[in-house]
């Protein structure tokens, strides 16, 4: 009874005013702000882009941020959305649209009124005009699950203020500002409905060679955003957090300025999880607007920054407004560890990695290195995040880690040598590798091998500090791998790849061993097999 009294509302919506498409809400898509910060004529290079994958028809609606920034210019980015909303009803016999914020315009978009959480619920709005919006209205926040696919922006002009919006979603730009419900202000492919980029198969990937888009006129593969660690809160919880866990990959949001920060520097190639995923229209709607219609509408305004220029997101809404001293905590160490960033060639020395995150990438001896684990201690487990000498067999593995250490890693300056060699932790000589055959391991979808346990001495093989080993690279085994997996320090199989295969030191039989493949899957093939890469691993002690 309760969808055909919807069903029948709607029709009778779409006949009263055609620009609603049968009563659903529309959307203003974005007006993405990127801050591009000038001193002395030196540009700051902000590679931002926020995304609006929108569908009307299913209410779809998910809101994220890319860092899309590939070269050497590329840097960190601290990213903040804002949403205010707009609503309008028209009643049977009414000749004009009521407003249900007195001081709100349709047209005017910088009237609209700023989403403003309660500070212990992030879904409940508050205030005398947000909390109106309740009654019609619920926006879905955040995302869990396994973290979905995206299509990387084709837009990489850092001055292009548009944002990436596909399906029915109206970027402000694209769209003149428009707030009709039909203007056409796409900027991206896709139809915005809900899981429409996928890992493999006809969407997962995009060739724009003939410019139906804004940007470059190349085809692009689908990227995963980045797993939501926490769904979003307020900064009141945030503040509740453990000093531990106050930093990640999640959305914190001010409710005294509807501001939602992400709660970490977004690295080059990184998207955001999604802060909004969906917005429900309530039974109020067509209880309250019988024969009548309505009008819902979401602005979403962005913000990306260098973190240089962090305080310009602790500007006041208003002249002499106190900083709110919870969020300046926040950012600061939002900011960054006080590490170089990931792209500076630095020695050991400067780096701090007690506080660096799994998956971190940064660049020492001129190449670029992934931290993987804080192993207690003072010790640190670092790869190299591209395999080298890509045409070597098995058998070759270790003197190819030999000769990389000695030649490409350490510096040449017996001085410097040996102060580099100071942090490199010993290990085991040998290792006690056994053999794993492959089609008796239990491989899960998320790269886990469940019954690794089973065989004792493959299970066993997990790279350690020895006091009397030796300073070296080492190549790491399936049972590194897998433990790095299950932790999240691969917090996805892909993290495992890179752009060829690469060894592990564990055998799968008596002539074959195992590997990585370019995606990450474990794989397995003849040791004398070439074409094959060598991915080095170290573990530093700080």
Not at 206 to 232: A, C, M, V, Y
């Amino acid at each position: 009874m309760k969808h055909q009294q919807n069903r029948k509302f709607r029709k009778i919506v779409f006949l009263f005013l055609l620009l609603l498409l049968g009563g659903t809400f529309a959307w203003t898509a974005f007006h993405q702000q990127v801050i591009n910060d000038h001193t002395n004529q030196i540009r700051t290079y902000i590679p931002g882009r926020v995304h609006d994958y929108y569908n009307r028809d299913t209410g779809n609606k998910d809101v994220f941020v890319e860092n899309y920034g590939l070269d050497a210019r590329a840097n960190a980015i601290m990213v903040r959305i804002r949403l205010s909303e707009y609503m309008e009803i028209q009643r049977l016999g009414e000749d004009n649209p009521t407003s249900l914020v007195d001081s709100a315009e349709r047209g005017n978009t910088s009237t609209w009124t700023t989403y403003l959480p309660e500070e212990n619920n992030i879904n409940r709005r508050r205030g005398e005009e947000s909390s109106r919006f309740n009654r019609y209205s619920n926006l879905v926040f955040g995302r869990t699950g396994t973290a979905p696919w995206y299509m990387p922006t084709f837009n990489h002009d850092f001055e292009d203020l548009r944002s990436a919006a596909a399906g029915h979603a109206r970027d402000f730009i694209q769209g003149n500002g428009a707030t009709d419900a039909e203007s056409d202000g796409r900027t991206h492919p896709g139809d915005g409905t809900e899981n429409y980029w996928t890992e493999s198969g006809e969407r997962s990937y995009f060739d724009n060679g003939s410019g139906s888009w804004p940007g470059e006129t190349i085809r692009k593969e689908t990227k995963q955003h980045l797993q939501e660690e926490r769904p979003p809160m307020t900064i009141l919880q945030w503040e509740q957090l453990s000093p531990n866990d106050r930093f990640g990959y999640f959305w914190v949001i001010d409710p005294n300025t509807g501001w939602a920060y992400w709660a970490e520097l977004l690295e080059p190639s990184q998207a955001t999880s999604y802060l909004l995923d969906a917005a429900n229209m309530t039974n109020e709607v067509v209880n309250s607007v019988v024969n009548g219609s309505y009008y819902y509408a979401i602005h979403v305004d962005s913000q990306v920054i260098s973190p240089l220029e962090m305080e310009r997101f602790l500007e006041p809404e208003e002249q002499g407004e106190p900083i709110d001293t919870r969020l300046e905590a926040f950012l600061e160490g939002v900011k960054g560890d006080g590490n170089p960033r990931w792209n500076r060639d630095s020695e050991p020395s400067d780096f701090n990695f007690d506080v660096m995150r799994p998956g971190r990438i940064f660049t020492m001896a001129g190449q670029q290195f992934r931290y993987l684990e804080d192993m207690g201690s003072g010790n640190h487990m670092i790869i190299l995040n591209h395999p080298i000498a890509r045409n070597i067999n098995w058998n070759n593995q270790e003197t190819e880690l030999t000769r990389w250490y000695t030649e490409d890693f350490l510096p040449n300056d017996p001085g410097l040598r040996a102060q580099w060699e100071a942090y490199i932790a010993p290990v085991s000589e040998t290792f006690n590798v056994g053999s794993l055959p492959f089609y008796d391991t239990t491989r899960a979808p998320n790269g886990v091998i469940t019954n690794l346990n089973i065989f004792d001495v493959p299970y066993a093989d997990r790279t350690r500090v020895v006091s009397d080993g030796v300073r070296r690279a080492f190549a790491l085994s399936v049972a590194d791998v897998n433990h790095l997996t299950r932790t999240g320090s691969f917090f996805r199989i892909s993290d495992r790849g890179a752009n060829i295969r690469w060894w592990l030191r564990t055998p799968e039989s008596d002539g074959n061993s195992w590997l990585v493949d370019s995606t990450g899957i474990w794989h397995f093939t003849y040791h004398s097999h070439r074409y094959k890469g060598v991915r080095p691993a170290l573990i530093i002690h700080q």
